[in-house]
């Protein structure tokens, strides 16, 4: 590993790291204040963890993981879409770009 390759991976942490700053429809539980997005993937990673534990199915848990993990990152740029978006078109529109 090189210096440039160094540099290209703090460069992708350094965007992930926004997440952290784009807040959800979705309160957390205490209610007291909105969810941001690194947090929502964290917590749907590590419930995928416990259920696949409760399943019998054939399931490639490294996939599952990087997808949960990875679900949210559009949302760095485009901020979190409302499932319940009354304007669906635009909606897609937003997810899409």
Do not use: F, P
């Not at 290209?8 to 926004?18: G, I, N, Y």
């Not at 997005?37 to 996939?63: G, K, N, Q, V, Y």
């Not at 319940?84 to 909606?91: E, I, L, P």
């Amino acid at each position: 590993m090189d210096s440039r390759d160094v540099n290209r991976l703090m460069s992708v942490l350094v965007e992930l790291d926004k997440l952290k700053g784009v807040l959800r429809q979705t309160y957390v539980l205490a209610g007291q204040r909105r969810e941001n997005s690194a947090e929502h993937s964290w917590h749907t990673a590590t419930t995928l963890i416990m259920l696949i534990e409760l399943t019998e199915m054939e399931i490639d848990r490294s996939r599952l993981l990087e997808m949960a993990l990875v679900h949210d990152i559009c949302e760095i740029d485009h901020g979190d879409t409302s499932i319940y978006a009354r304007d669906q078109a635009g909606k897609h529109k937003q997810e899409s770009a």
